[in-house]
């Protein structure tokens, strides 16, 4: 099993909806949590960290974390053309960072 | 603001040559990470360092090293290159073990 688990997709949105990207992770004691954001050839982006239980919201973009179900996610509004990317979630359990593979997101004009 | 700078950012080499690549990372950020990214894959973690000692190994090859010098940028060293060692190099520098990493714009190697 691997550290993190995301669903590789593809996920289809069309512009001005809500996207919804899902995140695991097996490692109950991880602390922190990451999004980034990966445009084909291009390095991660960080989007989003999270440390504590709950929603924590930075414009269009809402991290969620629940660590007893050990379940991350990030919810992109009223999305973008432009936020059509892969979506690597990341989790440090204190060692080292593990992501997932990646969540591939195409926003539909 | 000051980003992870890597060089070269394309490299092509033959097997079982030699390449070195370079980080360095945003200033005042004291912790480097390399990861090796193959096409659609996610970001394998190789080896971090934290105030110039290596701090944790990841899936590095023994052909592979890696330090971090006194001004805090890093160097891979790769030897007795393969075909499959093709892939985007990434470095990422933190401030402070644990905090969110940000990364460079990696570093394109093809081994022909």
């Known amino acids: 099993q691997k550290e993190v688990e995301q669903n590789s997709g593809p996920l289809s949105v069309p512009e001005g909806a809500i996207a919804s990207l899902n995140c695991t992770y097996s490692d109950r004691g991880s602390q922190s949590f990451f999004w980034y954001r990966q445009y084909s050839g291009k390095s991660p982006e960080l989007i989003m960290f999270i440390y504590s239980n709950g929603d924590k919201e930075d414009g269009r973009f809402t991290a969620q974390l629940n660590k007893a179900s050990q379940y991350v996610s990030l919810l992109i509004r009223d999305s973008q053309p432009s936020d059509s990317a892969t979506y690597l979630c990341?989790?440090?359990?204190?060692?080292?960072?593990?992501f997932g593979t990646g969540t591939s997101l195409t926003v539909i004009p | 603001a000051a980003g992870v700078i890597q060089s070269p950012r394309h490299l092509i080499k033959e097997k079982r040559e030699t390449a070195t690549l370079k980080c360095y990372p945003i200033p005042r950020h004291d912790t480097v990470y390399w990861y090796q990214q193959g096409p659609g894959q996610d970001p394998q973690f190789l080896i971090s360092?934290?105030?110039?000692?290596?701090?944790d190994k990841g899936s590095i090859p023994d052909r592979f090293s890696a330090q971090q010098f006194s001004d805090y940028h890093s160097e891979l060293n790769m030897s007795s290159l393969e075909l499959g060692d093709s892939a985007l190099y990434f470095c990422a520098s933190s401030w402070d073990y644990n905090n969110e990493q940000f990364f460079g714009p990696g570093t394109r190697l093809t081994v022909l």
């Open positions: 990341a989790v440090n359990p204190g060692n080292q960072f593990y």
């Open positions: 360092f934290y105030e110039k000692m290596q701090s």
